[in-house]
């Protein structure tokens, strides 16, 4: 089992930076690759980020490359999000996952072992 807890959201105005913590515990976080997904209101789960087990390699849904970017720390047991120049439509609740199978992770949720409860990012206009 891994436990994944979420931290690091809020309320911010658009333009604004947010960096979301997912810290992991539980089993070797190494052997994980991680993901960032995010569920807005009404809609369904969409895939953000997801990187390698090692941190090597990243992937990005299209929408955010260039703004956001993930990052582990294999040492502190914990992925990071850094999300730069929010806009409204980046607002939902954002999940992290864990991932046993794929080395390089996966862009589809029922790929994912693990998740986190969730994290509210809201971008005001």
């Known amino acids: 089992q891994v436990q994944l807890v979420e931290s690091g959201g809020g309320l911010v105005q658009a333009g604004g930076s947010l960096r979301l913590s997912c810290a992991a515990s539980g089993r070797t976080f190494s052997n994980y690759a991680m993901g960032w997904f995010r569920q807005a209101p009404g809609k369904e789960r969409e895939f953000v980020a997801t990187?390698?087990?090692?941190?090597?390699?990243?992937l990005y849904v299209d929408s955010v490359k260039g703004r956001f970017t993930i990052s582990r720390d294999n040492a502190k047991n914990t992925v990071f999000l850094q999300m730069n120049s929010l806009k409204p439509e980046d607002t939902a609740v954002y999940y992290c996952?864990?991932?046993?199978?794929?080395?390089?992770?996966?862009?589809?949720?029922?790929?994912?072992?693990?998740w986190g409860q969730g994290t509210q990012v809201t971008v005001s206009s």
């Open positions: 996952a864990a991932d046993r199978t794929f080395v390089y992770g996966s862009v589809r949720s029922n790929e994912y072992d693990y």
């Open positions: 990187i390698s087990r090692s941190g090597g390699s990243t």
